[in-house]
Nanobody, 126 residues
Framework: QVELVESGGGLVQAGDSLRLSCAAS????????MGWFRQAPGKEREFVAA????????YYADSVSGRVTISRDNDENNVFLQMNALKPEDTAVYYC???????????????????WGQGTQVTVSS
């Protein structure tokens, strides 16, 4: 069993930065890829970023590429999402998730994740 707890969300202005954190407890997430997804009101959950089990590979959605950096600390069982130059369209609940695999392009899909956090709200005002 894995518990994922996100933190770091909040209300910011366009152009600001936020760093989201995901703390994992229970089973280690060291040997699995991890991902961040987001869901805005009335929309489907969408991929934001993912990172391979060892941090050597990262994957980003086109909508955030260049503005977002995903990282992980396997010793502390944490995953981070640094978001810069935030836009109003980034407003959503952000979820951390553990993948069923170690790496690969399949990390862009919700179906490749087995544990999810409760989410943290990010609101960007214009």
């Amino acid at each position: 069993q894995v518990e994922l707890v996100e933190s770091g969300g909040g209300l910011v202005q366009a152009g600001d930065s936020l760093r989201l954190s995901c703390a994992a407890s229970g089973e280690t997430v060291r040997w699995r890829a991890m991902g961040w997804f987001r869901q805005a009101p009335g929309k489907e959950r969408e991929f934001v970023a993912a990172i391979s089990w060892d941090g050597s590979k990262t994957y980003y959605a086109d909508s955030v590429s260049g503005r977002v950096t995903i990282s992980r600390d396997n010793d502390e069982n944490n995953v981070f999402l640094q978001m810069n130059a935030l836009k109003p369209e980034d407003t959503a609940v952000y979820y951390c998730a553990r993948s069923t695999s170690m790496s690969g392009p399949g990390l862009r899909f919700v179906s490749n994740y087995d544990y999810w956090g409760q989410g943290t709200q990010v609101t960007v005002s214009s």
